[in-house]
Nanobody, 122 residues
């Protein structure tokens, strides 16, 4: 599976960004697709994932929405009401054979895209 992430950028607090992750080699509707992020000096953390249903980190619940565009074999992360603490490099990931209880675990994912920088300014 090859993953190509795009859509990062600079936005003011309270604004919105839309990240996309285009996949090739596997159908996104059949595997677990996730987004993780890593801020400077911090560990990579779970943001959201989707297969049968979406799952969100508590820190983004109600502000971020993960969805699939099956026609484009793409996973989208819509980020609204962005906060300074959302600043990070965002990575999309794909996992084959992930049990649903492991969707929030980075080590469970086999494939990773390149990161895309999201910077939220005050």
């Amino acid at each position: 599976v090859q993953l190509q992430a795009s859509g990062g950028g600079l936005v003011q607090a309270g604004g919105s960004l839309r990240l996309s992750c285009a996949a090739s080699g596997r159908t996104v509707s059949r595997i677990v697709m996730g987004w993780f992020r890593q801020a400077p000096g911090k560990e990579r953390e779970f943001v959201a994932a989707i297969k049968s249903y979406p799952s969100y980190a508590d820190s983004v619940k109600g502000r971020f929405t993960i969805s699939r565009d099956n026609a484009k074999n793409t996973v989208i992360l819509q980020m609204d009401s962005l906060k300074l603490e959302d600043t990070a490099v965002y990575y999309c990931a794909a996992g084959t054979g992930i049990i649903l209880s492991a969707m929030r675990t980075a080590a469970a994912y086999n494939y990773w895209g390149q990161g895309t920088q999201v910077t939220v300014s005050s």
